[in-house]
């Protein structure tokens, strides 16, 4: 376990430090606000879809170590997968963050299971779920979404809707 905690240090550290994507698309095809009030977590998700496939991908905004970190990472992994595989990625991120998902376990989230660590901390777990949760509303094209209330990650079913 020492060692899952210092990895997980290390990465969220170097995605501080030098997030990657991070920016807005000034030609996006989809785009989406985040929100976590919980922390005050503020993002801006822009990608572009082409032939349905994530062509490129962007995040700004204003948030805590581990959501710029999640953000970071998120943008790497979904970066030229299609619409389907970038949707599965988002039920993975969620069902590990949550424990339901074993991070040793099958999946494509490689590295992101270093986020593991936060489902023995709730208060970050909203802080780690908020970008993948805005993917997918942008994916979904829903302007804007929360972590609060009905939109909340942790209740609210992905792919969701009527
Ligand atoms: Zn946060």
């Known amino acids: 376990m020492a ?3 210092q990895l997980y240090q290390e990465v969220i550290l170097d995605h501080n ?3 990657r994507n991070w920016g807005v698309l000034a ?3 989809h785009k989406a606000d985040g929100h976590n009030p919980l922390c005050g977590d503020r993002i801006r ?6 032939d349905d496939v994530v062509d490129a991908i962007n995040v700004q905004g204003e948030s805590c170590a ?3 970190a999640s ?11 299609s619409r389907g595989d970038a949707e599965q990625l988002v039920q993975e991120f969620r ?3 949550i424990g339901k998902l074993d991070a040793t376990g099958p999946g494509h989230l490689g590295r992101l299971t270093v986020f593991a660590g936060v489902r023995d901390l709730p208060t970050r777990v909203k802080c780690a779920i908020l970008p993948w949760h805005t993917l997918h509303a942008a994916l979904n094209s829903v302007a804007s979404t929360t972590t609060e ?3 909340d990650p942790m209740h609210a079913p992905i792919g969701g809707g009527a």
């Open 27 to 29: 030609d996006a095809t």
């Open 95 to 97: 069902d590990l963050a």
């Open 66 to 68: 581990i959501c710029k």
């Open 45 to 50: 998700l822009t990608l572009k879809l082409r």
């Open 3 to 5: 060692d899952s905690k």
């Open 71 to 81: 953000a970071s990472m998120m943008t790497m992994a979904v970066k030229g997968k």
């Open 17 to 19: 430090r030098k997030p």
């Open 149 to 151: 209330a009905d939109a």
